[in-house]
C-alpha cells in the first residue's frame, strides 16, 4: 500500500485541521451595527439613501384578511428579491464599507462573504460553476448508465449488469445532480428555504458518498448486510439534516459534520485502491488527492476577490475536472468487475 501513504496522510491531516480550526459561527451575524441596520430597514425600508422598496410596500402586499392570492408567492418571492434579503444585502455592503475605511477585514455573514450581486444572481460564479458540476454529473451518469446497459454483457438469466453497483451508482447520481441543483438555486438566491435545501442536499450526498465507499471497500453484495452498514450512517445523517432545519443552523458544526465525512471516504477509497491494487487506482487517486486539496479551500477559507471569487468558488471549479475523472474511475470499475464475474463464470 506504500504508494498510496502520501494520499492517507494528507486525508489524515485534513481532518485534524478540520476539528482544530473551523469557525463556530459568522462574525457578522452577531454584529450589533449590522442587526440594527437590518431591523431599522425592514421598519422603515430605508439604508442611508437607498429606498428598498419590498419593504416600502409589503403591507400593501399581505393585508389582514385578504384572499390566498393576494398573498406573496414563491415564484414572486424568486422573481424579486425579498425585503430581508434586500436589507441583509444593503446593510452588509454598508457594514463593510464602513470597516474597510477603519482598514479592517471582511467578515463573513450568515455563512457567507460579503459578495458583489449581478441582478438575481447572489454569487454569480459560484451559482455558475454549480450548474457546470451539475451538467458534468449528468453526462459522467448517462456514458455509465449507456456502458453497463448496453455496451457490457448482461446476466443471460435475468437480463441484468454483471456489475453489482449498478444501482447504488445510479442513485449515487441522483443525488449529486439534487445537490449541484440546489447549490446553484442557493448562490443564485439565499433565502432560508433555499439555504436549507442547499446544506440538506450536500449533507445526505456525502452521507450517500460514504456509505457506497465502505460498501465498495468491503465489497459489500449481500442486501442485508449493506442495510446493516447503511443504517448507523443513515440514522446520523438524519439526525443531522433535522437539526439543521428545525432546530439550528450551525455553520461550523455542520462544516465539520461534512468535511469529516469526506475525509473518511477519502481515506477509504486511497487505501482500498492500494490494498486491491485496482487496475484505475493512479485515477482514483488523483481524484482523492486533487478532492483533499479542494477540502483544504474549504477549511482555509479567504474573502472574495474583487467581491466575485473567493475559496468556496474556487472549490466548485476544481470540482468540475475532478467529477470527469471520477465518473470516469466508475466505468473502468465496472468493466473490471464485470471481465472478472465473466471470469469467473467460465
Known sequence: MGGSDWVVRLASLLALGLVLGSAEASLGDVDPRYRTCVEECQTTGIIGETIISHCQNKENATSVGGSWYNQEQIYTQ?????????????????????????????????????????????????AALSAMNLLMHFTGWL????????????????????????????????????AWFWSSIFHTRDIDLTEKLDYSSAVALLGYSLILSLLRAFNVKDEATRVMFAAP????????????????????????????????????????????????????????????????????????YMGYADAHSLWHASTIPLTYLWWSFIKDDAEFRTSTLIKKAK
Open 143 to 178: 456514458s455509465f448508465f449507456l456502458l453497463v446497459k448496453y455496451k457490457l454483457p448482461l446476466r443471460p438469466q435475468t437480463k441484468r449488469t454483471y456489475y453489482e453497483y449498478t444501482s447504488l451508482w445510479h442513485i449515487y447520481a441522483i443525488l449529486s445532480m439534487n
Open 233 to 304: 450512517i443513515l440514522a446520523f445523517v438524519t439526525t443531522h439534516i433535522l437539526y439543521l432545519n428545525f432546530y439550528e443552523l450551525d455553520y461550523g458544526w455542520n462544516m465539520k459534520v461534512c468535511v469529516v465525512m469526506a475525509a473518511v471516504q477519502l481515506l477509504t477509497w486511497a487505501i482500498w485502491a492500494g490494498v486491491t491494487r485496482h487496475p484505475s487506482r493512479l485515477k482514483l487517486w488523483t481524484v482523492v488527492f486533487g478532492g483533499a486539496l479542494a477540502m483544504l479551500l474549504e477549511l482555509y477559507d479567504f474573502p472574495p
Open 78 to 126: 424568486w422573481k424579486e428579491l425579498s425585503c430581508m434579503t434586500d436589507c441583509r444585502y444593503f446593510c452588509m455592503m454598508q457594514r463593510e464599507g464602513e470597516r474597510q475605511s477603519l482598514g479592517l477585514n471582511p467578515i463573513k455573514y450568515h455563512g457567507k462573504w460579503p459578495f458583489i450581486r449581478i441582478s438575481v444572481f447572489q454569487e454569480p460564479l459560484s
